[in-house]
């Protein structure tokens, strides 16, 4: 339905920072507002609403989407009948939204992570009173089954399987933001998915902090009997999950990913550091040796799997020696993939009030030697492909580069020519090898 007064059609535009978490709130936002009678627009210019999305992991996403609101200043003067609204991560950190509301007294509605859900009524609200709204809950609620969802990411459909999270990692501002973990009951989960498969999607990934823990709330299901029931469904599907925490991978849950043989053949698998003496100070509850045990259980179950993985440097009295065993880790996992970052301080964390923060210059060149390594790996990595015939999943079609694009079951980036491919599984033979990414001719299309 489109909402018309007289000829005017009510547009918005949502920009989101973020994780695939935030990515898919945003297709809960899109679709509240499209019952609401709004289409979308991608000009922000045209838009009668423009939402933001935050995220605030690490000081730089905060500084972004502060620096785009304010550009927004402007726009709102031309255009009186603008409503701005923000959301997200970095509205809920305590004491955030007056701070946010005195700088950018233009903002017409602030919600938090906890108040998402009910983004429709605050909206409805602001457009019958006028008045400037707050809503930032400081409890977690229960979950809201139901939300209408326009999604954005097809062939792939996120599936939200668990909300927040327990584990406090010393550096990390989720558990203040996310509140404590909840688990979707998982009738629901099955059905979104099946739904989701019946309409065609090709790719269900699975959302939560921490799958693993998956359940512990509920007490009578696990992960590894979500992985089983998802890939129990009828169809031609990938199934993918995200994020794992090593302390909670378990030997049944790597045998559920290794009997399904819809689920992908790749893990993400965050390590943080290479040093025991880190990892502690992180409150990670695992050593180096544990971790390189949770990678010898899945190459024993699964000899080819694909393991991602998140690492930091620069946390709070990281020495040489520590960085050295985080290189060593990385040389001896030969991980498939690293998302690199440098510690950032988040106020109200433990880990910001440490001595012995580091030295951003420091930390920079522990980053440019990572990167650098891990680049080597998928160079390599990327080379043992040269000649190789492999099922990708096309997943868009990419302007610049004039070529489809999609990923293997390890997650491995492929480009290819075609036709009408999207949300198709695509044999590719891989003709050219750069760095992380593959290019290849497209040999068959699965009917
Ligand atoms: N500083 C830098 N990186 C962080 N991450 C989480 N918190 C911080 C922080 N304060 C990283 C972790 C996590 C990923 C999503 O972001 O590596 O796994
Ligand atoms: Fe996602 Fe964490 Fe950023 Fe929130 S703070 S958007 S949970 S990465």
């Given amino acids: ?43 922000e210019e045209q838009a009668d609403i423009i939402v933001f999305n935050t995220c ?13 609101i304010g550009a927004l200043k402007k726009l709102k003067r031309t255009n009186k009948n603008l409503i701005i609204a923000v959301g997200g991560c970095m509205t809920q950190q305590q004491g955030y939204a007056d701070k946010l509301v005195k700088k950018f007294p233009f903002i017409d509605i602030v919600f938090g992570t906890h108040n998402l859900e009910n983004f429709a009524e605050l909206l409805t609200e602001k457009t019958e009173s006028k008045k400037h709204i707050v809503a930032v809950s400081e409890k ?28 406090f990692c010393t550096y990390c501002i989720v558990p203040f933001v996310r509140g404590r973990e909840r688990s979707r009951l998982p009738e629901e989960i099955v059905k979104e998915c099946k739904d989701l498969i019946d309409s065609g999607y090709k790719e269900i990934t699975l959302l939560g902090q921490n799958v693993n823990s998956y359940g512990h709330d509920l007490g009578n299901v696990s992960f590894a009997d979500l992985i089983r029931r998802v890939s129990e469904i009828d169809g031609d599907f990938r199934l993918r999950f995200m994020t794992n925490h090593p302390k909670d991978l378990t030997e049944d849950m790597v045998k559920a990913i290794a009997e399904s043989p819809k689920t992908a053949k790749s893990i993400h698998l965050p390590v943080q550091a290479g040093s025991s003496r880190i990892l502690q100070l992180m409150n990670r509850h695992y050593t180096r040796g544990d971790y390189l045990d949770k ?32 290189i060593s880790l990385v040389k001896e996992v030969r991980f498939a993939g690293a998302f690199t970052f440098i510690y950032s301080p988040r106020s109200g964390t433990p880990a910001a009030k440490m001595d012995g923060q580091i030295d951003e210059a420091v930390s920079k060149t522990r980053i440019m030697e990572l990167i650098d390594l891990q680049n080597g790996i998928n160079r390599e990595q990327s080379k043992a492909y040269l000649g190789k015939e492999i099922e990708i999943l096309c997943e868009g079609f990419d302007e610049k580069k004039g070529k489809y694009l999609g990923r293997d079951t390890y997650g491995r980036m492929a480009y290819f020519n075609g036709k009408n491919l999207i949300g198709r599984f695509v044999n590719v033979k891989i003709t050219r090898t750069g760095g992380i990414s593959l290019l290849g001719e497209t040999v068959s299309v699965k009917e």
């Avoid at 989101?16 to 609401?36: D, F, I, P, R, V």
């Avoid at 605030?56 to 785009?68: D, M, S, T, V």
């Fill in 140 to 167: 977690e609620g229960k979950i809201i089954e139901g939300t209408p969802k326009m999604r954005s990411s097809f062939p792939n459909g996120w599936v939200n399987i668990s909300y927040g999270c327990n584990n």
């Fill in 56 to 68: 605030c992991i690490r000081e730089n996403a905060e500084k972004k989407a502060e620096g785009n």
């Fill in 1 to 43: 339905m489109i909402f018309n007064m007289g000829n005017i059609t009510k547009t918005y535009c949502i920009i989101t920072y973020g994780c695939q978490m935030n990515l898919h709130e945003s297709e809960k936002l899109a679709g509240m507002l499209q019952n609401l009678g709004y289409v979308k627009t991608d000009n």
């Fill in 295 to 326: 990678i010898a259980l899945l190459r024993k179950y699964i000899p080819d799997i694909a393991i991602t993985t998140d690492i930091m440097v620069g946390f709070p009295t990281e020495t040489d020696e520590d960085f050295k065993d985080t």
